[in-house]
T-cell receptor, first 113, second 112 residues
Framework: EPEVTQTPSHQVTQMGQEVILRCVPI?????FYWYRQILGQKVEFLVS????????KSEIFDDQFSVERPDGSNFTLKIRSTKLEDSAMYFC???????????FGPGTRLTVL | DQQVKQNSPSLSVQEGRISILNCDYT??????FLWYKKYPAEGPTFLIS?????DKNEDGRFTVFLNKSAKHLSLHIVPSQPGDSAVYFC???????????FGTGTRLTVIP
């Protein structure tokens, strides 16, 4: 099955700046997820998004984070005021045929200076 | 949050031999388990999964075993190939939820 693509592949930003990470599905899927992986740590769930609404979110997904699908295609993760500890790989995933299976994009490496 | 644990950070295996990657979990409500492989600078790639109603699932060289009483699952790769060298993540999901809980990963090195 085709995966998703993510842009940019690497984003460098200054602390306090806003960043928008994008996820582009290959085909028309309804269920999406964002995960992050801080260097050397495990992959952590951030948020799931179904039919243009947040379905579930973790404790990590606080008021600094938001998700939307502005044009019905791209799926974005916005961090309003980045902190040093937001530096991580951010992965978008889509749901597979089985609702438990998820297929990940290549990730965006976010570096906050 | 250590609901899914992979206690071996690394494993080295000779080409052609069996690789056994282990995973333990603490939450008895997990009902679906998955294994992902990850290469550097890429996203996790789905390998194989198993429902909690089964104890074994096989797909080619990959077999996942689930022992619910021990809250333990393992991934067997046989025969191991150099291209299998990657970080392997175990993941689990809860009934009624879709987010995955990941382990910390095991780096597998298959030596030619």
């Amino acid at each position: 099955e085709p995966e998703v693509t993510q842009t940019p592949s690497h984003q460098v930003t200054q602390m306090g700046q806003e960043v928008i990470l994008r996820c582009v599905p290959i085909s028309n899927h309804l269920y999406f997820y964002w995960y992050r992986q801080i260097l050397g740590q495990k992959v952590e769930f951030l948020v799931s998004f179904y039919n243009n609404e947040i379905s579930e979110k973790s404790e990590i997904f606080d008021d600094q984070f938001s998700v939307e699908r502005p044009d019905g295609s791209n799926f974005t993760l916005k961090i309003r005021s980045t902190k040093l500890e937001d530096s991580a790989m951010y992965f978008c995933a889509r749901q597979g045929i089985s609702y438990n299976e998820q297929f990940f994009g290549p990730g965006t490496r976010l570096t906050v200076l | 949050d250590q609901q899914v644990k992979q206690n071996s950070p690394s494993l080295s295996v000779q080409e052609g031999r069996i690789s056994i990657l282990n995973c333990d979990y603490t939450n008895s409500m997990f009902d679906y388990f998955l294994w992902y492989k990850k290469y550097p600078a890429e996203g996790p790639t789905f390998l194989i999964s198993i429902s909690s109603i089964k104890d074994k699932n096989e797909d080619g060289r990959f077999t996942v075993f689930l022992n619910k009483s021990a809250k333990h699952l393992s991934l067997h790769i046989v025969p191991s190939q150099p291209g299998d060298s990657a970080v392997y993540f175990c993941a689990a999901s809860l009934t009624g939820a879709n987010n995955l809980f990941f382990g910390t990963g095991t780096r597998l090195t298959v030596i030619p």
